[in-house]
């Protein structure tokens, strides 16, 4: 009797799960849009964080169904995703139509967890408040006026590249511009001297490792805290460790204070983000709007720049380093630029010098075309959206993903893709093909803030390197590039060992 009882259950709970699924799964069949069959439990992200990396898969889906129609459909386990793949309706969701798609989704609890509510997943009415106060801050004239913050950096860089070079001439060159990258940051957003080149300084190396590490779990929880945002908050589930939140806090607040009572006018972004905090507009902006912001959104702005910021300009700097050690003839080219441009210059490479270098413009935007941290855009339907020339309709609150990384790579825009070739980038080669096809920024008012910085940086990086090093493959790291399946940023397998020689 019990045994029946027992069976019964079981049977009862698994026929729920399957019928469960079995709708949830009907989801773009029964509105006719194309799709590939999911698969339980994961829908069609199985394999990733094992097999495959997140760009990959989408990548595919891209190429088998381009070219029937404007939409796919996809599950995230049982949550169904918009993946577009039309460049006219790209340019509709990001710019024409952006009111519909004003946010992006993800976890934010401002109360509880103030690094949470940053610029990257603030929504509505507290996102363009930010967006607009924020803006100033990344001017044309503002990023000049920071190059320094960057710049400082470069006589560490090589001496912390030239010493590791005398032990070896392999090296992780990763885990030194993760260095590199973390010392710019925290002194342009968090007015500390972290001295990660020069000296140890574990704790911020440590911090940026659990953020950004292949076994680091930040990304799974951003996922999951975003599609069940009100169980997170009522288990009280934090996004960051206590000792990361505790640490930022820490160190940002002391030096606020100590700017405030010094009256410290550096011009970096934690300076502009306290003119912000004390009178709701930056020295030399001009601003109709004079709402102040608190001192929680300048902790989570400033700590934006790190989340966004260090791990995005370090893997872009290292992903051009090994394409270069793998094309001799592009790596000659480049350096022979450098120092015709900077033979004026000693040691530095200035602000207006970084400009004229057109090949490494071409250099940096290829490696941003083959891999871009923001390969795939994230939006969200604010309200219901119906497809121009379609019957379908994107229905409010609905995600919506838009595939880069496969327009990236799609032979219609680029012929042969998977070569690594700068000469794509031209002004004539540019000028051939539709404007929407590249955006490893994003694109419209919610496209990345940081870019000009980011290129400052990353340009900066390698043209540092190049200047004074040779980099030749080395056997470790595998080539082509293939990208870790258990990372959720762009780690390949095998790291990044290359060879480094002093020029
Ligand atoms: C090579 C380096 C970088 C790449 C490839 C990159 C790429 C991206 C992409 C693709 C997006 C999403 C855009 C969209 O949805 O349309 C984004 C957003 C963002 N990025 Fe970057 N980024 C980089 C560096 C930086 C840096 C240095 C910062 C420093 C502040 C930064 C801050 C942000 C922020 C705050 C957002 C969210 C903007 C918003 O929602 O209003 N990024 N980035």
């Not at 043209?463 to 004074?468: E, G, L, P, V």
Request: aromatic letters at 12%; a positive charge.
């Amino acid at each position: 009797m019990i045994v029946n009882i027992l069976l019964y259950i079981v049977f009862s709970i698994a026929a729920a799960i399957y019928f469960y699924f079995k709708r949830k799964y009907n989801y773009f069949k029964d509105r006719g849009i194309p799709h590939i069959k999911p698969k339980f439990p994961m829908g069609n992200l199985q394999g990733i964080g094992s097999t495959d990396h997140i760009f990959d898969v989408v990548c595919d889906v891209y190429n088998k169904f381009k070219g029937k129609g404007p939409i796919i459909g996809l599950y995230s386990v049982t949550t169904p995703i918009y993946l577009i793949t039309d460049l006219e309706l790209i340019k509709k969701i990001t710019i024409g139509d952006f009111n519909y798609f004003i946010n992006r989704g993800g976890f934010v609890n401002e109360k509880e967890e103030p690094l949470t509510a940053h610029l990257f997943t603030l929504r509505d009415d507290k996102w363009r408040f930010i967006r607009n106060k924020l803006s100033a801050a990344f001017s044309s004239g503002k990023m000049k006026a920071m190059y320094f913050t960057i710049s400082d950096k470069g006589r560490d860089y090589v001496e912390l590249v030239s010493k590791a070079v005398t032990k070896t001439k392999s090296i992780d060159i990763k885990e030194l511009t993760n260095r590199f990258t973390i010392d710019i940051v925290s002194s342009v957003a968090f007015g500390m001297e972290s001295n990660t080149m020069k000296y140890q300084h574990p704790e911020l190396v440590n911090i940026f490792h659990e953020i950004f590490d292949p076994d680091a779990t930040l990304f799974q929880k951003f996922f999951i805290m975003a599609s069940f945002p009100r169980i997170a908050k009522a288990l009280k589930l934090r996004f960051f460790s206590k000792q990361i939140s505790d640490f930022f806090m820490n160190v940002v607040g002391s030096n606020i204070e100590s700017r405030e009572k010094l009256g410290d006018n550096r011009q970096d972004f934690l300076n502009m983000l306290i003119q912000l905090k004390n009178k709701g507009s930056i020295d030399g902006e001009f601003s109709t709007e004079t709402r102040k912001i608190s001192m929680n959104d300048v902790m989570a702005q400033s700590f934006v720049f790190f989340f966004a910021g260090a791990d995005t300009s370090s893997s872009t700097i290292s992903l051009t380093l090994a394409e270069l050690a793998h094309h001799t003839e592009v790596q000659e080219k480049l350096r022979t630029e450098i120092l015709e441009k900077t033979k004026e210059e000693k040691d530095e490479i200035s602000y207006e010098t970084l400009q004229e270098m057109t090949y490494l413009n071409q250099v940096v935007n290829e490696i941003l075309r083959m891999y871009s941290s923001g390969s795939i855009l994230i939006r969200q339907a604010a309200k219901d959206y119906k497809v121009e020339n379609t019957k379908h309709i994107i229905p409010k609150g609905a995600d919506v993903w838009i595939s880069m990384i496969g327009i990236h790579y799609d032979e219609k825009y680029w012929k042969n893709p998977y070569k690594f070739d700068p000469e794509r980038f031209t002004q004539e080669e540019i000028a051939k093909r539709p404007n929407y096809c590249y955006a490893p920024f994003g694109d419209g008012p919610r496209a990345c803030i940081g870019m000009q910085y980011a290129l400052l940086t990353v340009k900066f990086g390698v043209a540092t390197i190049i200047k004074n090093f040779k980099v030749t493959p080395n056997s470790k790291m595998k080539y082509p590039i293939k990208l870790n399946p258990k990372a959720t940023n762009l780690e390949p397998i095998g790291g990044y060992q290359l060879d480094f020689e002093k020029v």
